[in-house]
T-cell receptor, first 112, second 113 residues
């Protein structure tokens, strides 16, 4: 079993839809949770960063962390064609090896 | 623009050769991470340096090595290159020594022929 599981998609939605992206993980030591957006093999761009549990909102993006279920989500409201990209979840522990584990990435297509 | 720079952008070389990839972190960041991204493997963590010292190691081959210099830039050396080493190599930087957000550079695309 991988430490981080993420459905690779692809996920196709119409413009204006609410998009829900998810990852599950197995390592209860993870404390830092990130979402990155990557356009066609460019460098991943940090979208959201959350420490421990809870919700965080930034514009059209909301990140949720449920440590009891080992489940994190990214919601995109009013999705735009420019949101079409691969979304990567990432997480790391605060102590120990400091390795950051990335999910496989979900490819999102937003149709105009 | 994340503030992380990587050179070169593209590199084409032959099997058995050695190459050096360079990364300059964001101003003030002490940690540098190296990642490999190939089509069928996703983003794989290779190694992390913090303020000049190795902090964490991932799935880095023995043919690969890295270092971080006093000015905090880092180099990733790849030797005895094989076809399977063709990939995108990303550098990321962070203000922290462990955990938390990382800021990625544009990557170096390595092609081994």
């Amino acid at each position: 079993q991988k430490e981080v599981e993420q459905d690779p998609g692809p996920l196709s939605v119409p413009e204006g839809a609410i998009v829900s992206l998810n990852c599950t993980y197995s390592n209860s030591a993870f404390q830092y949770f990130m979402w990155y957006r990557q356009y066609s093999r460019k460098g991943p761009e940090l979208l959201m960063y959350t420490y421990s549990s809870g919700n965080k909102e930034d514009g059209r993006f909301t990140a949720q962390v449920d440590k009891s279920s080992k489940y994190i989500s990214l919601f995109i409201r009013d999705s735009q064609p420019s949101d079409s990209a691969t979304y990567l979840c990432a997480m790391s522990a605060g102590t120990g090896g400091f390795k950051t584990i990335f999910g496989a990435g979900t490819r999102l297509f937003v149709k105009a | 623009d994340s503030g992380v720079t990587q050179t070169p952008k593209h590199l084409i070389t032959a099997t058995g050769q050695r190459v050096t990839l360079r990364c300059s972190p964001r101003s003030g960041d002490l940690s540098v991470y190296w990642y490999q991204q190939s089509l069928d493997q996703g983003l794989q963590f290779l190694i992390q340096y913090y303020n000049g010292e190795e902090r964490a190691k991932g799935n880095i081959l023995e043919r690969f090595s890295a270092q971080q210099f006093p000015d905090l830039h880092s180099e990733l050396n790849l030797s005895s290159l094989e076809l399977g080493d063709s990939a995108l190599y990303f550098c990321a930087s962070s203000p922290r020594g462990g955990g938390g957000e990382q800021f990625f550079g544009p990557g170096t695309r390595l092609t081994v022929l």
